[in-house]
Protein backbone atom coordinates (compact mmCIF):
# COMPACT_ATOMS: atom_id res chain seq x y z
CA UNK A 1 0.00 0.00 0.00
CA UNK A 2 1.69 3.01 -1.21
CA UNK A 3 -0.91 6.65 -0.05
CA UNK A 4 -0.28 8.56 -3.64
CA UNK A 5 -1.68 11.58 -2.42
CA UNK A 6 0.66 15.08 -0.82
CA UNK A 7 -1.97 16.29 1.32
CA UNK A 8 -1.62 14.36 3.99
CA UNK A 9 2.40 14.05 4.05
CA UNK A 10 1.46 17.80 4.80
CA UNK A 11 -1.35 17.21 7.38
CA UNK A 12 1.10 14.56 8.95
CA UNK A 13 4.48 17.27 9.39
CA UNK A 14 5.14 17.64 13.26
CA UNK A 15 7.27 19.64 15.70
CA UNK A 16 6.25 20.43 19.41
CA UNK A 17 3.68 22.23 19.03
CA UNK A 18 1.35 20.87 16.84
CA UNK A 19 -1.33 18.42 18.04
CA UNK A 20 -1.28 15.00 17.42
CA UNK A 21 -2.74 14.08 14.42
CA UNK A 22 -3.88 10.48 12.31
CA UNK A 23 -4.68 9.04 8.66
CA UNK A 24 -6.07 5.77 8.10
CA UNK A 25 -5.52 4.87 5.07
CA UNK A 26 -7.98 2.20 2.89
CA UNK A 27 -7.14 0.28 0.34
CA UNK A 28 -8.61 -2.41 -2.20
CA UNK A 29 -7.52 -5.91 -2.90
CA UNK A 30 -5.05 -4.50 -5.18
CA UNK A 31 -3.48 -1.93 -2.33
CA UNK A 32 -4.69 1.19 -4.02
CA UNK A 33 -6.17 3.72 -1.46
CA UNK A 34 -9.80 4.21 -2.10
CA UNK A 35 -10.07 6.71 1.16
CA UNK A 36 -8.10 8.46 4.08
CA UNK A 37 -9.91 9.59 7.27
CA UNK A 38 -7.75 12.36 9.22
CA UNK A 39 -8.47 13.02 12.61
CA UNK A 40 -6.69 15.89 14.73
CA UNK A 41 -6.31 15.23 18.01
CA UNK A 42 -5.09 17.66 20.77
CA UNK A 43 -1.20 18.12 21.56
CA UNK A 44 -1.27 15.26 24.19
CA UNK A 45 -3.51 12.85 22.16
CA UNK A 46 -5.64 11.30 19.03
CA UNK A 47 -8.58 9.44 19.40
CA UNK A 48 -8.41 6.58 17.04
CA UNK A 49 -11.96 5.09 17.54
CA UNK A 50 -11.70 1.39 16.78
CA UNK A 51 -15.23 0.94 16.11
CA UNK A 52 -15.74 3.65 13.40
CA UNK A 53 -12.39 2.83 11.35
CA UNK A 54 -13.97 -0.85 11.57
CA UNK A 55 -17.19 0.39 10.22
CA UNK A 56 -16.15 2.85 7.79
CA UNK A 57 -12.99 -0.13 6.25
CA UNK A 58 -16.26 -2.26 6.03
CA UNK A 59 -18.56 -0.04 4.44
CA UNK A 60 -15.62 0.80 1.70
CA UNK A 61 -14.99 -2.98 1.06
CA UNK A 62 -11.34 -2.35 2.18
CA UNK A 63 -8.93 -5.13 2.11
CA UNK A 64 -5.82 -3.39 3.90
CA UNK A 65 -5.77 -0.28 6.23
CA UNK A 66 -2.50 1.69 7.76
CA UNK A 67 -2.61 3.93 10.87
CA UNK A 68 -0.21 6.67 10.95
CA UNK A 69 -0.37 9.35 13.59
CA UNK A 70 2.33 11.94 15.34
CA UNK A 71 4.01 11.85 18.63
CA UNK A 72 4.67 15.71 18.33
CA UNK A 73 7.21 15.53 21.57
CA UNK A 74 9.36 13.75 19.83
CA UNK A 75 9.19 10.39 21.38
CA UNK A 76 8.77 7.66 18.57
CA UNK A 77 7.69 5.05 20.90
CA UNK A 78 4.29 3.44 21.26
CA UNK A 79 2.12 4.43 24.88
CA UNK A 80 0.66 1.59 26.10
CA UNK A 81 -2.75 2.94 24.48
CA UNK A 82 -1.05 2.95 21.40
CA UNK A 83 -0.73 -0.69 21.77
CA UNK A 84 -3.71 -1.93 23.19
CA UNK A 85 -5.69 0.34 20.28
CA UNK A 86 -3.13 -1.34 17.43
CA UNK A 87 -3.74 -4.99 18.82
CA UNK A 88 -7.77 -4.58 19.26
CA UNK A 89 -8.01 -2.77 15.83
CA UNK A 90 -5.77 -5.72 14.21
CA UNK A 91 -8.35 -8.50 15.89
CA UNK A 92 -11.84 -6.52 14.72
CA UNK A 93 -10.16 -6.33 11.56
CA UNK A 94 -9.19 -9.74 10.65
CA UNK A 95 -13.20 -11.03 12.00
CA UNK A 96 -14.26 -9.12 8.84
CA UNK A 97 -11.32 -10.88 7.00
CA UNK A 98 -9.60 -7.21 6.72
CA UNK A 99 -5.89 -6.70 7.26
CA UNK A 100 -4.25 -3.86 9.34
CA UNK A 101 -0.87 -3.81 7.49
CA UNK A 102 0.98 -1.10 10.19
CA UNK A 103 0.50 1.47 12.34
CA UNK A 104 3.35 3.71 12.16
CA UNK A 105 4.36 6.71 14.85
CA UNK A 106 6.13 9.59 13.25
CA UNK A 107 7.82 12.14 15.14
CA UNK A 108 9.64 15.03 12.71
CA UNK A 109 12.87 13.11 12.20
CA UNK A 110 11.95 9.60 13.61
CA UNK A 111 9.38 6.63 13.39
CA UNK A 112 8.30 3.53 15.09
CA UNK A 113 6.44 0.65 12.66
CA UNK A 114 4.24 -1.57 14.53
CA UNK A 115 4.85 -4.19 11.80
CA UNK A 116 8.55 -3.97 11.47
CA UNK A 117 8.70 -3.78 15.38
CA UNK A 118 6.83 -7.78 14.99
CA UNK A 119 3.85 -6.20 16.93
CA UNK A 120 1.66 -6.74 14.04
Not at 83 to 108: E, G, K, N, P, Y
Request: aromatic share 6%.
Amino acid sequence: MRPQSPSWTKYLQCNEESPERAAIFFANHRAAIIDIWMIEGTKHSVSLPVKDIVQKSRHLRACQIMVIHTHPSGNPNPSPQDVTMTRLLAARLRQQRQRLTDHIILTHNRYFSFRSNRML
